[in-house]
């Protein structure tokens, strides 16, 4: 196939090239592409040339992508890898952006779950079950996981939070008739936001009193 024309278009994120082949068919390549595989009107393309500039384009495009992606908030690579997929790249394509992001530093696993576990145990709303769990939905190791949530996981520090979650809820559940369901109910919603349940029973104690006196 002849390479019939060449358009340069200059776009917000680089420049682009339409290129017109002589059946007609049109392929937007990014310039840098167009340069690499030095294009020019009239050159013949092979379909194996053809399949290598398309591969090309595919992961360039893919890893521009990708680290726009990471460059706002780090992601983890289960998340950045979910992202390419839902954007319809090739697995291969995928595997290739992947790799390249993390040989760059927008990737590292590790580095995004303190971060993730540091933002929770910040907000103060969740305990360290649910962090657990939620690192391992974003594809973090459940021993890594373990590991990282491990200060949260403090007595002190999961009462310290449990209380603020409880301080919260109190309000609307402490004038209930049976106190002894509303000191239930407390319970189970700190056992819902992943504290322990000796904690649970600790801190709904401290609002409730002993149960059994109900």
Known sequence: MQIKELHYKRRRNGSEVSVVF???????????????????RGMEISSAKMEEIRKADELLRARRKV???????????????????????????????ISVADELGYLNDSDYAEAFT???????????RIVAAEL??????????????????????QMEMARRVAAKKYPSIKDEADQAKASRRL?????RRGFDPDICDRVTREFFGDPTLF
């Open 67 to 97: 680290i726009q992606y990471l460059s706002v908030r780090k992601k983890s690579t289960l998340e950045a890898r979910h992202y390419l997929q839902k954007a319809s790249f090739s697995p291969d394509t995928i595997n290739e952006a």
């Open 136 to 157: 391992q939905q974003r594809g973090i190791d459940r021993d890594e996981a373990r590991r990282v949530v491990a200060s949260m996981a403090e007595p002190n520090t």
């Open 22 to 40: 002589s059946d007609s068919s049109i392929m937007a390549l990014d310039a840098d592409l167009a340069v690499r595989f030095h294009l020019a």
């Open 118 to 128: 540091r933002t929770r145990q910040k907000s103060g709303t969740k305990g360290p």
């Open 187 to 191: 319970a189970q919603h700190l056992a």
